[in-house]
């Protein structure tokens, strides 16, 4: 059963005006205003952790702070404009992780792996120079690709070091990350249906993952690299 917990016009009201004050002056003035949001956003998060678990493994949720880290930055405003959280499932045996991205006009959904280390992202590579077919049927699956869309993700001009940037399969292999994502109009995060519409989402994407943790945890000869 879907819990009733939404995202309340309130939260997107608060995010906006913090964009258009966005300074440490009106920020403290309206803290205890950001704290009752936070939680709410929070506890929305968990809602969807607890869907997730329903038929995945979730090893950690993560709510981002509003703080922005400006050491870096030629942008020195304090606070971002948005609320996120992330799900990472179940360590070295799945590998992988789902985001919410909360901002009036630009909400996203994103999973996948954005980040492979050295070796994970190796090991993607020879599996798709060997054979990509599996790989795009599940990518172009109807209901997947009906949510999803398009892979997406930053990549390499040409071609990874050592691959021949003639493959035909060039066109995954050179990726660096390997991401879907999902925007979103406010109107569909501010529904009443909208953490149903995000469970429904994160099943879609499920083929992915069973692919994805099967490749990270075999070698190229599918034997298991799980101790």
């Known amino acids: 059963m879907v819990r009733d917990i939404t995202i309340s016009q309130e939260v997107f ?53 509003i703080y922005r880290d400006v050491r870096f930055s030629n942008d020195k405003t304090p606070y971002k404009s948005h609320l996120a959280g992330s799900f990472s499932r179940l360590g070295a045996h799945l590998r992988g992780g789902y985001y919410i991205h909360l901002k009036p006009g630009g909400s996203l959904l994103a999973t996948g792996f954005w980040n492979p280390n050295k070796d994970d992202l190796f090991r993607i590579r020879k599996e798709l120079e060997m054979d990509a077919s599996e790989f795009r049927n599940v990518i172009n699956q109807k209901e997947l690709k009906t949510i999803w869309g398009e892979l997406s993700g930053d ?19 050179k990726k660096k990350q390997f991401v879907f994502v999902r925007n979103l109009t406010d109107k569909e995060v501010l529904s009443p249906s909208f953490l149903e519409e995000v469970d429904r989402s994160y099943r879609a994407i499920r083929p992915y993952f069973d692919l994805m943790s099967d490749i990270l945890t075999t070698n190229l000869n599918g034997e298991s690299i799980l101790e």
């Open 155 to 173: 990549e390499v001009k040409t071609a990874p070091k050592g691959f021949d940037k003639e493959h035909p399969d060039i066109d995954l292999i």
């Open 13 to 65: 009201d608060f995010l906006t005006e913090l964009q258009n004050n966005n300074n440490r002056e009106w920020f403290e003035a309206h803290k205890p205003t950001f704290k009752n949001h936070q939680a709410k956003v929070k506890s929305f998060f968990e809602a969807v952790k607890d869907n997730l678990n329903h038929h995945d493994e979730i090893e950690k949720m993560k709510m981002f702070r």
